[in-house]
C-alpha cells in the first residue's frame, strides 16, 4: 500500500489517475467474431461455444426442466437469502416509479413526460468459477418492475453444457423470461442481432472481461443501447479518527479481492487511524482465501493522509469513485458534499457488500471515474421518457407568431408554414 | 412519395428501414483532427478554424463586448420570442426536478436516491446557412435548471470570426458562462479534451454533420458522455378521414425541408386523405423556398394506408419515430398505445413546428429508431442519480445473514468478511 500524506493539490491528478483502458486492440478479434454471428446466427453461436466453453448444445435456451433441476440443487438458505435480497431490491426499485405531470407551459400548450419501458432488454452474466447471481437480481429485477416485455438473460455454461444453478434460480425469482447458454463475444452478438434462437434486444446490460466489453462498444456503436461503459471495480473510503480500523479494512480487502486491477483508496484525516487499518489489513489478508490476488490490488492501492473531512470530500469527488464509504460519524455532512460517487454507504454499518447484494441499491454502477458523467443501473435505465403535447386554439394563439418569427430566423420556412396554416385556420 | 396501400404485417420491415449509416469511414480524418486537438490544443484548434472556417481567430472565447453588440442587432419580436421560447421550456424542465424519498427497504437499511447535476457540460451548436439558437435554448435551458456549474457553448464562427447574433442571445438568455468560437471535430476534441482556452467537460450536447457526429462516438469510446447517437430527422404522422389535410401536409412539408435525407413519413386509415395530403402537398410544395431539398426528401417518403388505427399505431411503434404526430380526432387513445417514439404531437393544433421551438418540450430526440432504447434530452440527461444507503445495527441483523451466505456462494470471501466483523461485533 502507498503511503501519502497531506498531498499538494496540484498532486491529487496523479492519486485519481486510473490505468489507461484501450480494447481497440481486441477490435480484429471482437469484430470477426460479431461478423460471425450476425451472418450465421445459431450455428457460429455454438460454433464459439464449443471452441471458448468447450462445451457441446444441441439447444441454446435453458428448458423448464433444467430450471426444476436447479432449485433441487441450490441450499434453502441460499435461496432464502437471494430471496429476501430480491424483496429489497424490489422495494427500493418500485419506489423510483416515475408519474408524469401534465404541465400547462403557457396558456393552451400542455406537455408532459411519460416514463415507457424498453419492450426487449438483454442481460449479459458471465461465467467463470464464481457464478454472480447477484448480478442476475441486480439486472433483471428492475426490468420487471419497469416492464419490460422481453428480459432476455445470455450466460456460458460449464464444459457439461450447463448454467450455475443459482443463476437459473435467481433468474426464475427475478422474472427473467428467456435464458440461454451463451457467453462472450458471442452472446452479445446474439443478443444485438439476434439469432434463430436468440432473440434481438434493444438494449444491453451487465459485467464481463475485456472482450465481452469491446463487444458491447462495438455494437453501441449502430445496434443496441448499452447500460454503461465499464472498466475494474473500485472504491474509495473516507476515515477519521473514530472509524472503526477493523472495518475500515476488511472494506479495503473486499474491493480488492475482485481483481487485480481493482482500485482501493483511503482518504483520512488521522494518521494514527492510517497506521491502524494498515496493520489490520494485514492481520485480515492473511486469512483470504484470495489473498493473492488481493495482495497484488493492495501494492497499487492508495493510503492518503489529509488536513480535514473537507479536502477528504473533494479529494473523493475529483477521484468520482464507483464506491464511496463514508465511515466517519459526520457521515451525514460529507454526504451532502458528494458530487461524484456511483453509489455512497454512510456510517460504520454501511459496508459496500451490503449494497453488493441485498439492500436494495443496485451494484451496476459507474467506474473508472465514469461517475462524473453516468448513474448506476436504476429503473430510468430500463425507461425511456417519451414527451407528449397538446395544443389548443389557446395554445396557437400563445406560441404560434413565436413559432413562425423562430423557424424565419432560422430560415426553415416549411416549420414557419406549417404553424401559419394553423394561426390561419383560427381567422375564418 | 411511394403510395403503399395494405401492406402485409412481413414487408413492416421495408417500410420502416432507415439509410444505413456508417460513420466508420470517416474515422481516420476524424482521428487525426481529434489527435492534433488532444496533442497541440488552442494552436491545433485556430488551425483548423482557419482551414475549415475560414475564419483567423486570435482569441477562442466570445467577449462580453461581442454580446452587447449581438444584442443590438436582433430585432425586439425574434428576441421577445426567444424569451418567450425560453420561458416555456424552463417551465416544462423545471418541473422534471426530482426529489427522491428515502426507501426502509427492510428494517434498519434505509436507501435512496438523489439528483446531482454534472458539474461541467459542452454544448455543440452548428453553424451554415441557418442560426440553430433554438437548439441552444434546447440544450442549455436544461443545464442550468440542473445545476451544472460550467456550460460551454462551442459553434463554428463565419469568415469573419463572428457568431451569429441570434444564437449568442439564446446563449445569454438560457444561462451558457463559456461561449467559443470553434467548430466541427475540433469542437468536439476541446470540450473532450480540454485547451488551453476550452474547458474540458464530462458530456458532449448537440447535434451537427456526419464529421462532428462521428467525432461525439469516437471521444464516448473513452473520454466523455454524449447525449445520445444521432441520425437524420424523421416524422410519422398518424391521419384519418377527420384530419386537416393542409396541416397534414404541412406537417410532412416541415421534416422534409431538413435535408434531403430526413424521413417522412404519413401513415393513414383513409385512401381519400391520402390523396387529399398528396395533392396538397405538392401546392404548398411550390411556396416553399426550399423546395428543391423537400422534393428530393419526399421521393422516398412514404404513405401508407392501412385498415383501421389500430394498425397505424402498430405500424408507427415498429417505426419507433422521432417525432409522431396524431392528427386524428382519437388523439388520446391513440397516445395511450405508444411505445416507440421520442416526442407525440397530439391533436390537430399539436404541429411539429410548436415543440421544435416553443411549446416547452425539447426538440433533441432520438432518430435513427433509437427511441426503441433512448429517451430524448430532458433535465435527467443533465443529472445522475447517485445511491445513497445508511444501515443500523438492526440493518445487519435484517441482512447480515444474506449477505454473509451469497458472498460465499460467490467465492467471495472478502465480502463476506466485510459483513461478518459488523455482526461479530454486534455481539461482544
Known amino acids: 500500500m502507498n503511503i501519502i500524506k497531506y498531498p499538494a493539490k496540484e498532486d491529487w491528478k496523479e492519486i485519481v489517475k486510473r490505468p489507461h483502458l484501450d480494447l481497440s486492440q481486441l477490435n480484429t478479434t471482437v469484430e470477426a467474431v460479431l461478423g460471425d454471428v450476425k451472418n450465421h446466427g445459431d450455428a457460429a453461436v455454438k460454433r464459439y461455444e464449443e471452441k471458448f466453453d468447450h462445451a457441446h448444445l444441441d439447444h441454446l435456451a435453458v428448458t423448464e426442466e433444467e430450471i426444476k433441476e436447479a432449485e433441487q440443487l441450490v441450499s434453502s438458505e441460499l435461496r432464502h437469502s437471494i430471496e429476501l435480497a430480491h424483496h429489497n431490491i424490489a422495494a427500493f426499485h418500485e419506489a423510483q416509479k416515475f408519474t408524469g405531470s401534465k404541465i400547462e407551459t403557457v396558456k393552451g400548450v400542455t406537455c408532459w413526460q411519460k416514463s415507457v419501458p424498453i419492450e426487449k432488454v438483454g442481460l449479459y452474466i458471465p461465467g467463470g468459477t464464481a457464478p454472480l447471481f447477484s448480478t442476475v437480481l441486480m439486472l433483471a429485477t428492475p426490468a420487471k418492475i419497469a416492464g419490460c416485455k422481453d428480459i432476455v438473460l445470455?450466460?456460458?455454461?460449464?464444459?457439461?453444457?450447463?448454467?450455475?444453478?443459482?443463476?437459473?434460480?435467481?433468474?426464475?425469482?427475478?422474472?427473467?423470461?428467456?435464458?440461454?447458454?451463451?457467453?462472450?463475444?458471442?452472446?452479445?452478438?446474439?443478443?444485438?442481432?439476434?439469432?434463430?434462437?436468440?432473440?434481438?434486444?434493444?438494449?444491453?446490460?451487465?459485467?464481463?472481461?475485456?472482450?465481452?466489453?469491446?463487444?458491447?462498444?462495438?455494437?453501441?456503436?449502430?445496434?443496441?443501447?448499452?447500460?454503461?461503459?465499464?472498466?475494474?471495480?473500485?472504491?474509495?473510503?473516507?476515515?477519521?479518527?473514530?472509524?472503526?480500523?477493523?472495518?475500515?479494512?476488511?472494506?479495503?480487502?473486499?474491493?480488492?479481492?475482485?481483481?487485480?486491477?481493482?482500485?482501493?483508496?483511503?482518504?483520512?484525516?488521522?494518521?494514527?487511524?492510517?497506521?491502524k487499518v494498515k496493520d489490520e489489513v494485514n492481520v485480515q489478508l492473511a486469512q483470504l482465501p484470495r489473498c493473492e490476488i488481493a495482495a497484488k490490488t493492495l501494492e497499487n492501492s492508495q493510503l492518503v493522509l489529509v488536513h480535514d473531512s473537507q479536502e477528504a470530500i473533494d479529494l473523493s469527488n475529483t477521484y468520482a469513485p464507483e464506491h464511496l464509504i463514508l465511515a466517519t460519524d459526520n457521515y451525514e455532512e460529507l454526504a451532502n458534499k458528494v458530487i461524484n460517487a456511483g453509489s455512497v454507504f454512510m456510517g460504520k454499518y454501511a459496508c459496500e457488500s451490503a449494497g453488493d447484494y441485498a439492500s436494495g441499491t443496485n451494484h451496476t454502477l459507474p467506474t473508472h471515474q465514469y461517475a462524473l458523467a453516468y448513474s448506476g443501473v436504476n429503473l430510468d435505465t430500463y425507461n425511456r421518457k417519451v414527451t407528449f403535447q397538446h395544443l389548443t386554439e389557446d395554445g396557437i394563439r400563445s406560441i404560434g407568431k413565436a413559432v413562425v418569427c423562430m423557424a424565419e430566423g432560422e430560415q426553415l420556412e416549411a416549420h414557419a408554414n406549417a404553424m401559419r396554416v394553423r394561426i390561419q385556420s383560427l381567422k375564418k
Chains 1, 2 share one sequence.
Open 154 to 275: 445470455c450466460s456460458p455454461p460449464n464444459s457439461e453444457g450447463k448454467l450455475n444453478p443459482a443463476i437459473l434460480v435467481a433468474a426464475k425469482i427475478a422474472g427473467v423470461n428467456k435464458i440461454f447458454k451463451c457467453g462472450g463475444v458471442q452472446a452479445i452478438g446474439a443478443m444485438a442481432y439476434g439469432t434463430e434462437s436468440i432473440p434481438k434486444v434493444y438494449k444491453i446490460f451487465g459485467p464481463g472481461n475485456q472482450y465481452v466489453m469491446a463487444a458491447k462498444q462495438q455494437v453501441s456503436l449502430h445496434e443496441v443501447a448499452i447500460d454503461m461503459p465499464a472498466g475494474p471495480s473500485e472504491v474509495c473510503v473516507i476515515a477519521d479518527e473514530n472509524s472503526n480500523p477493523t472495518f475500515v479494512a476488511a472494506d479495503l480487502l473486499s474491493q480488492a479481492e475482485h481483481g487485480i486491477d481493482s482500485q482501493v483508496i483511503l482518504i483520512t484525516t488521522s494518521e494514527d487511524m492510517l497506521n
